[in-house]
């Protein structure tokens, strides 16, 4: 493990969530007070489409793999998705995302899910039970996560551990646009436990299709 994720001393507020049209950004994950960095990048209508009917004709998990980033994962992104028009836009978006995560955290292994949607697979809002995280969906609206300060919990119940996440106020809610690659802290990024991101799935209206990409640090 890179010796910086186990290596951080981090308050519990302020928390800084940063967006920018540099892929530079993504770094900013590495500050302390930082549990969001995204790189706002609108998908260019070709990739969005692409992902939008390869999404409507086939819904559910494409693909749950876990672990290295090695030529052998192009092998399995190109055989599920390059025999669809413009699927190599779309595996091109996958191996852009691999490579950051690489880069910004030197991963001896991965997990990524590929999630076709139709509708909400995690509707919710929850703080992220991981260390971290990139997100990215492509088709429509993105991930949706919430600051801090708008988090509210209900009363513990009687040998509940953790409270329960009030549904938040409409304007209070945030989403990543189609194409944007998020990272971000999860519950498990050392003295974070108390400031990782508070997200859901992406919104869905009726005529929705995403594909929904995550890949998490393991080891």
């Not at 967006?19 to 209508?45: F, N, R």
């Not at 969005?48 to 672990?67: C, I, M, P, T, W």
């Not at 599920?80 to 779309?90: M, T, V």
Request: charged residues 20%; glycine residues 6%; proline residues 5%.
């Amino acid at each position: 493990m890179n010796s910086n994720l186990q290596a951080q001393s981090h308050p519990s507020f302020p928390t800084q969530y940063v967006i920018d049209d540099k892929a530079s950004v993504l770094g900013e994950i590495y500050k302390v007070d930082t549990s969001l960095a995204c790189y706002c990048q609108p998908a260019p209508w070709a990739l969005s489409r692409a992902a939008h009917s390869f999404a409507k004709q086939q819904d559910g998990e494409v693909l749950k793999y876990q672990g290295k980033i090695d030529p052998e994962l192009t092998t399995i992104l190109k055989d599920i998705f390059c025999h669809r028009s413009h699927g190599n836009l779309i595996v091109n978006h996958i191996e852009l995302m691999l490579t950051m995560f690489d880069a910004l955290f030197e991963p001896k292994e991965i997990g990524l899910r590929v999630i076709s949607c139709i509708e909400a697979h995690s509707p919710a809002f929850h703080e992220n039970k991981m260390i971290a995280r990139m997100a990215s969906s492509l088709g429509g609206s993105g991930e949706r996560w919430i600051e801090r300060e708008h988090a509210q919990y209900y009363p513990l119940e009687k040998g509940q551990i953790s409270a329960q996440l009030k549904a938040p106020l409409t304007n209070a809610i945030n989403s990543l646009c189609d194409g944007d690659i998020a990272v971000y802290k999860g519950t498990n990024w050392l003295d974070h436990e108390h400031s990782a991101l508070i997200s859901a799935s992406p919104q869905f209206n009726d005529t929705d299709a995403k594909l929904c990409i995550y890949i998490d640090f393991l080891d």
